[in-house]
């Protein structure tokens, strides 16, 4: 009897013992990202017509070994600016709008399980941003995005726009996790708001403060992931808010565990330090789907209690993973159309045209456009930009695609009242981004920086080539030896007019710039933000692109020639220099 009761007492006690230790559990999870993949789902260049490296289709091949790791512990996450980019984007878009949306389809087809809004997806317009948002079949998010009139309102998801979320909730393998969603609130310095209609846009710090509080306060995940489609640092500083956030957020509101960002096209890696002395891990994939973003998270749990939280991050490059034939198959009916679009020919080409050349002085590239943006508005000046870095259409045939590389970005054209002054104020400040001020024959005539050879939107410059305005319609200097607001001298127009500083003259440009795009008008010219509607006189309902190819397909043929209406001087010193920097820039 004494036997049984110690044994007994025995087994009672090895029970109290096991019971009372305290039951871990660790998980394992992987968060990858994609960012401004700008249409690049296929391995196909619909504008250059050849094959390319990295898109969704090899991302995706990376995406399903993952997938075999981690199972349903894996989180798909895409930052945005996916519905403009590739021709095959505006032909979704625009031209078999009443199918559903190529980047919806692709989204679904992939199973992303969050979607972030990113300024180049509001620039299609409502129409298709309201369609697309409908179709993608995982939540989209956009905590900054709200209705008008509620700005800066309390936190209530039922003030974010319509169709949209200000984060999402996941669940995997018991681990709650909260993704919050920004965009760049510079959108109203570039884009028309005709286009935004309805909509207002929050300082991402001030919004993320609130809705962090928010999230801890309603949901109490274990890990809170920001989906910033806004770069680091830099870009447009106003009063109310910087184009660039990431940085500021990750140090001013604590909470975060990770965040993910993009917009800016480069690779970041690092970890930032917030306000509580907390290290947050902040990665940027760059765009076009070369590479993905991805997180590994190890959680620990000790009798239910997150005790512990390990994560790692890395940017993996997936340019030459292997193409997902089995995705290639399912969307090759879409490319054989998109295809067929893009070989249709428009006109035809006497001479080659280059982006490159629009650098060092007068271009047939840009002339071109300046020419037909004249013939086709009836204004005095034209005002524009050379849209990529290096670019060449070719002599003979023009097709569909080759629009696409005349004029990269569904912008309107618009026609603004403009006064002398201004518009050379507005050229002083393009040329003071572009152009060196020269002490010597031997400096730099174009300011260089090596260190954005990287950056495709800069690519060796020190500011974006997209703001580098030209002017065609009146004839003028740009003297390198005369410091900033002091280069240009416009002599006269190109007609043999007069050129008044103090006389109105119609200016068209496209609607990136007559918006405040670029900060020429404003800060440039002078012209209040607040009054350039008022300045508008005309502008089209659908993009440029179109109405150039309608142009160019009335015409037939086109010699396209520079104007020669202005020069860098002084030559002798400008010409060696202009070109030491060619080579720096393009090589021999």
Known sequence: MKKRLLTTITLVSLLLTVTAQPATKTVRLKIIETSDVHGHFFPWDFMEGKPIKGTLTRANTYINKQRQQYGDNLLLIDNGDILQGQPCSYWSNFVVSEEENLAASVINYMKYDV???????????????????????????????????????????????????????????????????????????????????????????????????????????????????????????????????????????????????????????????????????????????????????????????????????????????????????????????????????????????????????????????????????????????????????????????????????????????????????????????WTNTMTSPEDHALRLNEASKDDQQRTGFQYYTFNFDSAAGIDYEVDLTKPDGQKVRILKMSNGQPFDEKKWYKVVMNSYRANGGGELLTRGAGIPKDSLDSRVIWNTDLDQRHYLTEEIHRLGTVNPKPNNNWRFVPEEWVKPALERDRKILFGQ
């Open 115 to 433: 979607e972030a809004v990113g300024n180049h997806d509001v620039e299609p317009g409502h129409k298709v941003y309201d369609k697309w948002i409908r179709e993608v079949r995982c939540p989209v998010i956009g905590a900054n995005i709200v209705k008008e009139g509620y700005k800066n309102a309390e936190a209530r998801p039922s003030h974010v726009y319509t169709g949209l979320q200000p984060y999402s909730v996941h669940y995997k393998d018991g681990v709650k996790i909260c993704v919050l969603g920004l965009l760049t609130p510079a959108i109203p310095n570039w884009l028309n708001k005709s286009i935004w209609k309805g909509i207002e846009f929050e300082d991402m710090v001030s919004s993320a403060k609130k809705w962090v509080k928010y999230i801890q306060e309603t949901e109490r995940p274990d890990l809170l992931i920001g989906l910033f489609h806004s770069g680091l640092n830099g870009g447009i500083e106003t009063e109310e808010y910087n184009e660039d956030e990431t940085e500021l957020v990750a140090k001013e509101v604590a909470g975060f565990d990770i965040i993910f960002f993009g917009h800016d096209h480069q690779v970041h890696q690092e970890w930032i330090t917030n306000s509580k002395g907390q290290k947050v891990l902040c990665l940027d994939p760059t765009c076009h789907a070369k590479n993905v973003a991805e997180a590994e998270i190890e959680l620990t749990y000790k009798n239910g209690h997150l005790t512990k939280k390990d994560i790692k991050g890395s940017i993996v490059n997936i340019e030459n993973e292997e193409i997902d034939q089995q995705m290639l198959a399912h969307f090759q009916p879409k490319i054989d159309a998109v295809k067929e679009y893009v070989s249709r020919k428009i006109g035809y080409f006497e001479q080659p045209i280059y982006t490159r050349e629009s650098f060092f002085g007068n271009s047939a590239f840009t002339d071109l456009i300046h020419n037909l943006q004249l013939q086709i508005s009836k204004a005095d000046i034209s005002l524009n930009a050379p849209l990529s870095f290096n670019t060449t259409i070719k002599a003979g045939d023009v097709t569909q695609a080759d629009m696409f590389k005349l004029y990269r970005y569904e912008n309107l054209m618009f026609m603004l009242r403009m006064t002398g002054e201004e518009i050379r104020k507005h050229l002083e400040y393009s040329y003071d981004m």
